[in-house]
């Protein structure tokens, strides 16, 4: 387990921002991704009848999409105990196998911290 505080500061930030997005959308995750330019996406989970996506997918997928090489890092919050391995997959495609993901809760409260390999 890895303390939010024992988080440097770009990695506390987009965990917060993965909580705001989820607390501000109401869905049961929200997630934020940083490209290897500094730029973060931010994104909430996807339920459609015709699209379902979660929300880090949804973040890689947005940051692709504006252009993105590489991920630094990438965050979760969720009630999940565990992030499924789509989800660490899309991290991996982008930004290679040593891109850490941190899993947090509602709290914030990083509760996990997996590498994307």
Do not use: W
């Not at 993965?18 to 607390?23: K, P, T």
């Not at 890092?73 to 290679?96: F, H, N, Q, W």
């Amino acid at each position: 387990m890895t303390e939010s505080t024992d988080l440097g500061p770009e990695d506390r930030k987009i965990v917060t921002l993965a909580r705001s997005a989820r607390a501000r959308n109401g869905v049961p995750e929200g997630a934020a991704v940083r490209d290897e330019t500094g730029r973060t996406y931010v994104a909430g989970t996807v339920a459609l009848d015709s699209l379902k996506l979660s929300a880090l997918r949804t973040a890689v997928a947005m940051a692709v999409a504006s252009g993105a090489q590489s991920l630094e890092a990438a965050a979760v919050v969720s009630g999940a105990d565990a992030l499924p391995e789509e989800d660490v997959a899309a991290v991996r495609d982008l930004g290679g196998a040593g891109t850490p993901v941190f899993l947090a809760g509602a709290d914030g409260n990083v509760r996990d911290t997996v590498r994307a390999g």
